[in-house]
């Protein structure tokens, strides 16, 4: 199993809900990223996680909250979420972490924010 | 510090032509890896290449080729005879000991467009 499964593929939610996003990786993999994709533009990474322990946060605000509750799962917490966070967040994992491994990505969630 | 540079933005080919999609990159460590990454219409980045630093030979795989040239600083993509299932935007990255915080450094990407 070469994949990166990520839900919902797509999801609206008004600035006072509090939803979830969910990244499932099968292939061992001791490194999962959040990254966040607006329109024409590259991915900004946000979090890394290395062996289930955050290891990375791009000073993210605070109102995007990262978990990864085993090697498998990634999930990103939302609340009170402002309109200008309307984008693409893409899951991705990598064997272990360091600068040789590429890393596979999820298809992403697109997410819009009213 | 680091820095891809991908100076085509967009991209336009008809069927069957060949296209070369250019990437610069600015290091300055001696062990670094130069990514490749489609992203088609779907959303989700497919990985195509990893090069290291020390390994210079061109690499050829089906329809695609990568010229990796250190003394230019350059890691250019070739897609010969293009297809319509071409279309996407590339994504030339780089990873080096000092990406730090950053373990992928993108470059702003060429969206190519492959025309019947």
């Known amino acids: 199993d070469t994949e990166v499964t990520q839900t919902p593929k797509h999801l609206v939610m008004g600035m006072t809900n509090k939803k979830s996003l969910k990244c499932e990786q099968h292939?061992?993999?001791?490194?999962m990223y959040w990254y966040k994709q607006k329109a024409k533009k590259p991915p900004e990474l946000m979090f890394v996680y290395s062996y289930e322990k955050l290891s990375i946060n791009e000073s993210v605000p605070s109102r995007f909250s990262p978990e990864c509750p085993n090697s498998s799962l990634l999930n990103l917490h939302l609340h009170a979420l402002q309109p200008e966070d309307s984008a693409l967040y893409l899951c991705a994992s990598s064997q272990i972490p360091g600068l040789a491994n590429e890393q596979f990505f999820g298809p992403g969630t697109r997410l819009t924010v009213l | 510090a680091q820095k891809v540079t991908q100076a085509q933005t967009e991209i336009s080919v008809v069927e069957k032509e060949d296209v070369t999609l250019d990437c610069v990159y600015e290091?300055?460590?001696?062990?670094?890896?130069l990514f490749w990454y489609k992203q088609p219409p779907s959303g989700e980045l497919v990985f195509l290449i990893r090069?290291?630093?020390?390994?210079?030979q061109n690499e050829i795989s089906g329809r695609y080729s990568w010229n990796f040239q250190k003394s230019t600083s350059s890691f250019n993509f070739t897609i010969t005879a293009s297809q319509v299932v071409d279309s996407a935007v590339y994504f030339c990255?780089?990873?080096?000991?000092?990406?730090?915080?950053?373990?992928?450094?993108f470059g702003k990407g060429t969206r190519l467009s492959v025309i019947a």
């Open positions: 290091t300055r460590d001696t062990t670094y890896y």
């Open positions: 090069r290291n630093s020390f390994d210079e």
């Open positions: 292939m061992g993999h001791r490194a």
């Open positions: 990255a780089l990873s080096d000991r000092n990406s730090g915080n950053t373990p992928l450094v």
